[in-house]
């Protein structure tokens, strides 16, 4: 068993950050995060004080800089294919430590690190502050398909129980003296995956059983309503609305 | 149906007969009257139709032969909502019956399902916990429990909804011996009917005064569970095997 992914994420503590209801902390990052994109790229020094909030706020939530900086590697593979752009792009060019670079693919890169760096940092900011379950509430709160909240709360429900069932079966197989060390061996992994389905939705079954056992009739009864106060939802909107103000300073300068 | 309330059995099932869709016959005709605060073991081969008879209890199978009653309401789809309530059925693996994030919920699903809110919710949640001793484990998500105590949290789910009857599927499978009687002593502790399905037949007579025999589709036997085990004939004829050593003459029951 041990801790389940569930909390993998979550740094739990007793900050203001934490404190807020996780509505009003979705709809903060989702606002922050839709003023980043649409800021001019021209505008440099916006990204910076964009930065210097999520810095701010990472301070306020008591998140080590450490923390937050190990979490942003997550990024790398899109990093990656923005160093690409550089290289690959058409039109005016500039020499830059004996290399020709085009002038509008860094301009480009620049655009997808920076505005990358800056979401993944506020998600970040927000796994960090707010339990799986949490998340969940907030965004049946905010009134997201029931269907997609439900299906989400079982994949945090089952995943260790289907993961501990893949591992069984791995031993199982090991147990008896096979190893998967080339090609010719992933039609037995291609089963193993066939068979854990099969398992998988055979469980399914059995959950619907009891789910309906117990009065279940097609939709999940609230049991936890998330509530915000006004003073909640104002302190939440610091963050976007700050933002706000930076991007609109950005347009017209 | 002139019986007092009183006097209505918590369970009533008169010639019950079921086919799958596929052909296979499970059930022949059977009759099973449970009273109310009674504590009965369904004892029988794999195979016997056991599975078959606790699903009809709450209707999830029907569209067979005869008639189920619970606490003298007939178990018909239009008393679908209510007949679940009343009948409360612990499955053998807890992590199918367990399906929320965590404990507390799980345990107000059938509650809430039914539309109870608020403080009376927490309340009933609450009590149900009590009653399996669980009640420190409330905002822990499931599967970081031990197999006994997820057992113990199923059984509050089903505690939680006030049930008539509680139907309990192999209750003491893959339990180790001191959860295996922890458990015992929590079903022991309860105020209400017992309808146990095992083939554990030590904890079937530790706990049900009365066992019946289902075989092949029929009820074989019912009487008495001290004298049911005794009868060697019975027991050989219906494949039941006592564990090694184990002599249900040696043991004297309340």
Known sequence: MGAGHAHRLYRPGHSPVHALPPHCKLAATFGFVLVVVSTPREAVWAFGLYALLLAGVAAVARIPAGLLLRRLLIEIPFVAFAVLMPFVAEGERVEVLGMSLSVSGLWGAWNVLAKGTLGVAASVLLASTTELRALLLGLQRLRLPPLLVQIASFMIRYGDVI??????????????GFEASGIRHWGVLAKTAGALFIRSYERGERVYLAMVSRGYAGSMPVIDEAVATRGQWAYAAVLPVTALAVCLMGWTL | MTATP?????????????????????????????????????????????????????????????????????????????????????????D????MPTVREDVAFGPAAAGMRGAELEERVGAALDQVGMADFADRPPHHLSFGQRRRVAVATVLAMRPEILVLDEPSSNLDPASRRELADILRSLDVTVLMVTHDLPYALELCPRSVILSEGVIAADGRTQDLLCDEKLMRAHRLELPFGFDPRSVSVA
């Open chain 1, 163 to 176: 993961g501990d069932e893949l591992r069984r079966m791995s031993v199982a197989r090991r147990s008896r």
């Open chain 2, 6 to 94: 009183a006097l209505t059995p918590s369970l009533e099932v008169a010639g019950l007969a079921y086919a799958y869709p596929d052909g296979h016959q499970a059930l022949y005709g059977v009759d099973l009257s449970v009273g109310r605060g009674e504590r009965v073991a369904l004892l029988g081969p794999n195979g016997a139709g056991k599975t078959t008879l606790v699903l009809h209890l709450n209707g999830i199978l029907a569209g067979g032969v005869g008639s189920v009653a619970v606490a003298g309401l007939p178990v018909e789809k239009r008393n679908l909502a209510e007949i679940r309530r009343r009948v409360g059925i612990v499955f053998q693996d807890p």
């Open chain 2, 96 to 99: 199918d019956q367990l399906f």
